[in-house]
């Protein structure tokens, strides 16, 4: 079977619709790279006013073509897109890329315009690709439709949101000696999403990394899946920007308030294993050493160098991300202490003094010893590898060059990452030169050299857990009990849930929640009271209450009857000052929990994401520190695992104090519920349960709160 | 009056003792770097075996020079050192440069010689550098005793504790254009200290940036002292590493666990106003930026480019080096229009679009109209600059070149700091070439750029604080009780005070206690609670017992005499199960405290800064986040206000979850007044006031402990 966006990527041919030779011209820009690019499949220029452009023929309208057409690129004014849109679908179109821009971007005209060329594309199932897109390239194929003359070659694969970042990933590729394998600026989007891109790419076998640019995300519940799908086999690294301005949201929950537009995206980034990165110079260099190195086991580095000085350096960096550099085992170290001079740490970091500057094959010899050694996951060479011969005498430099080709063989061999860290990485020298060749990452900046190493390190664990996950179906489950409760709440015009309402929803799912009794007279209540026990609290029912406490509708520590009626009265009396009679249900009555731990567990549908759930410990830890975890649904175990144990709060769950460990497993149950929850319901927009009271054994929901949308 | 060490920078005669010309030899090097530097004062080479060296006269001994010598460098084998440094001194040397390893770095024998080094020199005040140190570069006296053939001049000044650092110090200077003033390698530092290079560097007029590599301290208080004096002229960048290794001590107290060595470092680093990089590379771009900018008023940043990707990068890295971006005035934005392509925005971030590339004057205009609001304090411009000939076509080279030179003109005239971030910065451009002549950083790493205008920016507000502040004077001023109780309580072979000392000690600084009474029968205590008043706590008082609670040496809430009676015996005979009768004082009374917020307040004696002052939240906030902060005593109102807004906390004190805001100035009268009591009682070295319960209005000393030397 074909795949998807093969014929897009790998045409058979290609037609320029707006073809130009005027020098400079975005048209001609990309004509000419198309040209010179070496495709070997037919191009067909088409231009209404010329008869040949480049030396070749040039059409008049793409329909006088003999031949079917796989790619179309059209570079056209906005009011004669559609018409070359819909040309290019009766010539067989697979692909539609429109390099136009001032369609969506620029207001309503536009998106009339976009709407017509989906529709027209719609007819036969073409691939729209942009509008306002810089084009495409496809090392493979021979494929440059960017208007880039020169562009590396490569195993890494580029998805853009900005046509600026394309000229600025060619360019440092070329600064740091990397390359390309296709690289396609998504536009408007109005066709193709991101998600479907990645999904042809994560089979595509000349790609090895994926190195994507974000401004905005669209399909984002989408791309979690996709993504964690394609983290399997292949890394996704992620520029996406607006971190500054992406502020948290105006909510009416809890949950919502917490939940910042980026501070989500992290959580959904991590949960589908993509990289994320800040910079485009670090976009490059991550994907080039992801598209090189071996893929580690874990996240145990081994650092060596000629001097204390840079050992130390990188033992820093290596703490600052978040990897082991853990002691060498004995017998490693009886290994390594015989290659090293008398007296110098064998341990790790491996300090080899000044004997590898005049006699490089010390390194090859520690190197070798780690590789050996079942408990390295990878290695970190800093210091001045490759200049030595420039430091100490020019007779060195043979030396260093056997050395790299001794590390080349022995990557090879082990299939461990080793990068090279060292002050001459961007200089021509031959040594190094063969580190780069073998694909071992030679980088100047020993901060990005151990931000690389853990990048590698850390996917390595996450693709370890995301194979071995089991993700819940994304199969809705109507029960009829909640449709036609929100049926009802729909009815009466309401948004929230009464917590009756909200208890009844969470009881049909099997969510254990604290006895409770609605009671609508003095009497009602003493009455239920007795059935609950003492002592009690009680809380005011009512559609137009939402925020209970701050209208005096709660009670707390009832502890008899006379109390019970007195805190009836009162709240009754309190609610009638801000709700008509007729809008106060009554009083809920409920049993003091007992103490315990308060959490918030909360759960928010994201514009970008789709429901995303949220976990934090109450109080003050949500309040003022902000301590909350995020994860979009459906969860799986090991997302809720990871949900728990990141917030900063997690020890108090597990015993501080003299506290006894509280109940984590309730937690998670609640958690999974809840994720089926608003999996079944995408009438729910907004869910607090909040206090949530966690006790040694078991928790208790003291509140719930639900917004339907 | 003549400086310090003025005769060691800038001597009027060098002799090296141990010259040699065996090539590839520490000497040889050394020698030949001082020959060919350039240094016009004469040298005098010393070598009991040789009569010429470098085709110059050699003496046999340093006694046979026929006049004065200012400085003298020894390479010589560690058993001549000693007389090699006495005939220096008679030679009327006023600096000893000792670059001999093998040293106290090696055990007894060595540190040995070290003393009677410091014994000879110390007979006319001569200053010993080293020993174990790789020598000194004096650009402004042509001197390079560093064995370095290349070093590039400039104004930056070096020290560091490791040789190998300098390697690649000067490395990264020549990759980035960059250069030293003064550079030396303090080695074993047995007898200038650092801070003594600092004094001497901060009063330089040759040195702009004092930069430095750490790998432990020596005399931290005196750095603290030093660097702040310093930072008001001078900034000093270091990179200290041994982050990694560096983990909290064990110690009694709870301050001291919690006072791990980098985390006081880091502070008193923050307190001196000397700003912490991690990375070789990163220290000579961040004195390289210090060296050539102007120092800003604030740090409110305008950003610029050709395109909104480049800028949105930019204002991420903004958020995350904690710079303002702010929105332009609207008069700024009304001059900026009419520059900017019609609806781009002119707010800030600046998108100049495609117009600058082909017209880069628009890059001019931007940057004055920004230059002329006192509301800006520096521009970063990001993108293509510098390469826009490459990428649009070769005649924009001169534009570059032209808008070069005015930028230059507009930094000079304005004197507020501008960074350019290119990817073309390491190029050989011209237009690059005339900012970075005109000192105007060019740096083709994005997040780089915003670290350096970040520190930029925070050195200037530290800078301005410093300026203004009061630092307490140093002056120990004895109280003859304070002494008296610290020999009763030495004289009695401990070092933990009774609580009741305790007390007594914090009351003759007039720091407020809740009331109290010891009692030591059950008569005296019912009588003492009823002078104090009920509800009362009770706490065992005894030298032989430190966990008062864990030996069940504490009853809280006692509420009449009958509860005291009981509480006393109860008291009393679990204290005698873990003490002696005879060390049982009594039990301390005291009426229980009304409620308010937790907290910790301590000091720890630290090995390397002296004493330090720890200010937390307490609870959990301490035993789980530990979310504390320190400062080096002596504290200034400033260090003060700072230590208790840094804490994540904070907020919690100002009035959260409608608890009122807490008494703040009662926390920092109790700072003060503890600063003074660990200036005056060199004595003590831990201190704990924990818990201390902070009320709306003033505050209650709950528990304290203090530990004597």
Redesign the interface.
Known sequence: MERSLEKVFNPGSIAVIGASEVP?KAAERRTRSLIQGGYKGNIYLVNPKRDKLFGMKAYHSITEVDKEIDLVMIIVAPRFLASAVADSVKMGAKGIIIITAGLGETGEEGKKIEAEILSEAAKTGAYVIGPNCSGMFNASADINMLGIPTINKGSISVLTQ?G??I??LT??AT?KGCGFNKMINVGNAVGVQLHEYITYLKDDPDTKVIAT?L?GIKGGHELVRVARDAAKTKPIIA?K?????AGARAAASHTGSLAGDDIILDAAFRQAGIVRV?????LVDMAAVFSNCPIPKGNRLVIMS?????N??A??????YEMQ?PILSEETQEKMIPILLAGMPAHNPIDYGGTAEENPDVITQCVKTCMEDDQVDGILITG?FG?FFD???PHIAALEEQTAKDLADLVKKYKKPLIVNT??A?DPIKSLGILKEAGIPVI????RAAQCMSALMHFAVNQKKIKEMHIPEEKVVERAGVKELFRKVTAESRHNLLETESRELLSEYGVSLPAAELAKTPVEAVEAADRLGYPLAMKVVSPDILHKSDAGGIKLNLSNANQVRAAFEVIMKNAGKVAPRENIVGTLLSPMVPPGQECIIGMIRDAQFGPVIMFGLG??FV???KDVSFRVAPLADEDIDEMIREI??Y??LTG??GEKAKDIEAIKGVLAKLSEIVIDNPEINELDLNPVIVHEKGLSIVDSRVLIG
């Open positions: 400079g900005s600026n970042v000229d600025s360019h440092f600064i640019y401004e520029l920007v607006g971190k500054s301005s800040s910079n485009a110079d670090e000629e001097g204390g000085g840079d130390s350096i033992a820093d960096n290596a703490e600052k550099v001045f200049g430091i100490i005498a002050s001459y961007r100047e900046s020993s901060d109080g003050i309040e003022v520190l900063k709060g020890k108090i501080v104090r």
